[in-house]
């Protein structure tokens, strides 16, 4: 019987190091200027010449190695044939005239391309040690597996109280097994098998959360199916073992009743432990906010009577499913230069009065404090020019997509002469047209980091296949919810602080606080207790509700 419900792993509230890591991405061609930008699209010009249908396409980057992207309407006629897609279609792609410098404004996507940072993948190594040694597997599957020796010690013994009579080698003298005994029989097979299913339906599954503490409730369940299990061995050694022998024998019948009775009380622990684990906590009792720093956002929950530990795996749960994933690099929006003024100034003391000091000081102080009354209105004047940048990357990025997809029909769908290629070819064909519209929408937003080259063509070639349309494609870039949609929180095992100055096993209280942190993410939950809801009835008078209608001539009726 297993309660740990989970692969999130909560730590003590030991404060863990944090590490910073520098990351960077660049454009391939965004860090030249403008003059060489125009004389490479003239070699461009002159490269892919006459009318080709031969597109390249080239992404740089030095940590996360090259990625090239390559259609030729014609060179793939011979390798794709008949290639057809899983379900037996083949998707037919027809190309437009488009922009041959479309390379030249295509950004990379790549991970870290400092000389002196380190790299996302290189710093979770340290975290990932520990998740995957011994240690934690052993701290991980313990609980679990003592409660399922123990468990399956509880279930079997009560088989074994009923075959060992039948064993010829003990020599036992038993009656024979009458209707009422044969009746006890069938029961207990029956009963058996319900405690079996409800045992696997409810308990049997992986651990889902590894918790600090001792969970108390499964303790007790435990303690109780320990000491049943050794009491009735107790007592069937006192009452049947010791009496095997006697020349009156031993009734089947009272063995058969005896084991009947446990598997009655392994049924009630049973149903205990659903109650205690499983029931008790789907009554809302509390109201609980939880806020996420640095970005400030929070979500609020009604959550049950859960300890502390188990409120925390409740809130991760919560978390992942209902937070937007969490962009440190929008925490710094686009700002215009500003003309760098110094708070401090130097003054010639010699020759000078001190009134004339005094009252540069004075108009010194006061140019500070007027620059900082309008610092919130040049705040505000930003983050509007840069929501309306966003909207406006994000129209063109709907419209390139939507004339994009127009390209792409299905084979039969299409009468005439068609050249037949596969999802993926048909995605690295029309990437083109879109690339840089969406590469200015993921460098304002602040997605590059998240999107590679190939998962952008791979989740293109999967719309293409389900015929998807360009709003469900871009979905993935414009939603930035649930935090699970972040293809680097994709890991097996998640690891949190839990710092609390309650003991974890103790349960949930109104004004309770602690906090959940994982490298820059911290999670701060309140909890408060749920108001009493006082339902008043009130009566309306029967004759107090009646109308009466009253004409006037102005008016229409």
Not at 108 to 121: F, H, L, M, P, Y
Not at 339 to 354: H, R, W
Request: a positive charge.
């Amino acid at each position: 019987m297993s309660l740990w419900t989970g692969d999130i792993h909560v730590g003590t509230g030991i404060q863990l190091p944090t590490y910073k890591v520098t990351m960077e991405t660049e454009s391939v061609r965004s860090g030249h200027s403008e003059q060489s930008s125009r004389s490479r699209r003239s070699r461009g010009h002159s490269s892919h010449g006459g009318g080709s249908h031969h597109h390249s396409h080239r992404n740089r980057s030095t940590g996360s190695g090259k990625h090239s992207l390559r259609s030729n309407r014609s060179g793939n006629k011979e390798e794709s044939g008949e290639e057809r897609t899983e379900t037996g279609e083949v998707i037919e792609v027809q190309i437009l005239s488009q922009d041959d410098n479309w390379g030249d404004n295509t950004t990379a996507i790549t991970g870290n391309t400092s000389e002196r940072s380190a790299s996302v993948d290189d710093i979770s190594k340290f975290g990932r040690d520990f998740e995957q040694g011994l240690a934690f597997r052993c701290q991980m599957w313990m609980g679990t597996i003592i409660a399922a020796l123990l468990s399956f010690c509880a279930f079997i013994s009560p088989i074994v109280m009923v075959v060992l009579p039948r064993i010829e080698m003990f020599d036992w003298k038993i009656d024979q097994c009458g209707p009422e005994c044969d009746g006890l029989l069938i029961s207990f097979s029956f009963k058996l098998l319900i405690l079996l299913v409800g045992c696997w339906a409810v308990f049997f599954r992986k651990p889902k959360a590894t918790m600090p503490r001792i969970f108390i409730f499964r303790a007790i369940i435990m303690a109780l199916v320990f000491v049943f299990t050794f009491s009735y061995w107790l007592f069937y050694g006192v009452r049947f073992l010791e009496k095997r022998t006697n020349s009156s024998g031993t009734s089947y019948q009272s063995i058969v009743l005896f084991a009947v009775s446990l598997v009655d009380a392994l049924l009630f622990i049973h149903y205990l432990a659903v109650i205690l684990m499983e029931i008790r906590q789907l009554q809302p009792h509390y109201f609980v906010k939880v806020v996420r720093s640095p970005d400030g956002e929070s979500h609020c929950y009604n959550m049950g009577q859960l300890s502390i530990q188990r409120a925390a795996v409740w809130i991760l749960e919560r978390y992942y499913q209902d937070f937007s994933i969490y962009n440190p690099y929008l925490e710094t929006i686009p700002t215009k230069t500003r003309k760098s003024t110094s708070g401090f100034k130097v003054y010639e003391v010699d020759g000078i009065g001190n009134n004339t000091i005094n009252g540069q000081t004075r108009a010194v102080l006061a140019a500070n404090a007027r620059r900082r009354d309008t610092s919130h209105n040049e705040r505000f004047y930003e983050e509007h020019e840069y929501e309306r940048r966003v909207k406006k990357r994000r129209a063109r990025l709907i419209t390139a997509a939507e004339e994009a997809f127009t390209h792409i029909k299905r084979l039969q769908d299409e009468q005439g002469p068609a050249i037949p290629m596969d999802p993926t070819e048909a995605a690295q064909a029309i990437f083109p047209s879109m690339a840089r519209a969406l590469q200015k929408y993921l460098r304002i937003t602040r997605q590059q980091p998240r999107h590679t080259m190939q998962s952008i063509l791979d989740h293109l070639a999967l719309c293409l296949s389900y015929d998807l349309s360009p709003k469900a494609f871009l979905e993935k870039y414009f939603v930035p919810s649930p935090v699970l949609q972040n293809d680097r929180e994709h890991r097996p095992i998640q690891t949190w602080a839990l710092v609390c100055d309650i003991l974890l096993s103790r349960p949930v209280e109104p004004g309770c606080v602690f906090m959940l942190r994982q490298n820059e993410i911290s999670l701060l939950v309140t909890v408060h207790c749920l108001p009493h809801l006082n339902i008043t009835e009130e009566i309306i008078d029967p004759k107090s509700n009646k109308f009466v209608l009253r004409l006037n001539s102005e008016t229409s009726v």
